[in-house]
């Protein structure tokens, strides 16, 4: 199961491109596009990274939550 973020959409917000978004976090702008896709979840390091571009918690951009339930109702399948 991977991550679901909310990467595409703080970025947005913050008026960046994945090119830039990329560059700030020094990964390539392919791993934006796979993060924003849910076809990658990041690292702890690049959610780090990324969350205090947008100003927010690695919980608050990771929906740790959302992935939290998600896991449960998985588990109890």
Known sequence: MRIKTN???YRAAA???QQQLAEKVHV???TIIS???EQYSPSLMLAYR???VFGVSVEELCRLEENMREE????TI
Do not use: F, H, N
């Not at 449960?72 to 588990?75: F, L, M, Q, S, T």
């Open 15 to 17: 008026g960046l491109t």
């Open 7 to 9: 990467v595409k959409a």
């Open 35 to 37: 993060i924003e896709k």
């Open 72 to 75: 449960d109702a998985y588990e």
């Open 28 to 30: 390539s702008a392919r």
């Open 50 to 52: 990324m969350a205090r």
